[in-house]
């Protein structure tokens, strides 16, 4: 099972990007799926999550602005971000909570994609 990301790059302060991720292997099920930020010196936070069933959950900082969104017939999450700044710089990763074909349920991670925002 892995996950990867896409989509990330470099962009100016008010502009948009969108994130993806697409989960892959011996796949049986996923559950949560998410996207995490870690910037500089600082420690990894939550920026959105959508559960199976659809319900999402955002950090404070981005509500309004970002948009996760899901396929599930791809196994794919999508992160939809506008109005970016200069705080939104960082590594965003994906989550994922995945029980395999063998019945084990993990959390993995996406390798990170860097979204830099700077005029």
């Known amino acids: 099972v892995q996950l990867q990301a896409s989509g990330g790059g470099l962009v100016q302060p008010g502009g948009s990007l969108r994130l993806s991720c697409a989960a892959s292997?011996?796949?049986?099920?996923?559950?949560?799926m998410g996207w995490y930020r870690q910037a500089p010196g600082k420690q990894r936070e939550l920026v959105a999550t959508?559960?199976?069933?659809?319900?999402?959950t955002y950090a404070d900082s981005v509500k309004g602005r970002f948009t996760i969104s899901r396929d599930y017939a791809k196994k794919t999450i999508s992160l939809e971000m506008n109005s970016l700044g200069p705080e939104d710089t960082a590594v965003y990763y994906c989550?994922?909570?995945?029980?395999?074909?063998?019945?084990?349920?993990?959390?993995?991670w996406g390798q990170g994609t860097q979204v830099t925002v700077s005029s």
């Open positions: 959508i559960r199976r069933g659809a319900t999402t």
């Open positions: 989550h994922a909570s995945i029980t395999a074909w063998n019945g084990s349920k993990k959390n993995y």
């Open positions: 292997g011996s796949i049986l099920s996923t559950d949560d």
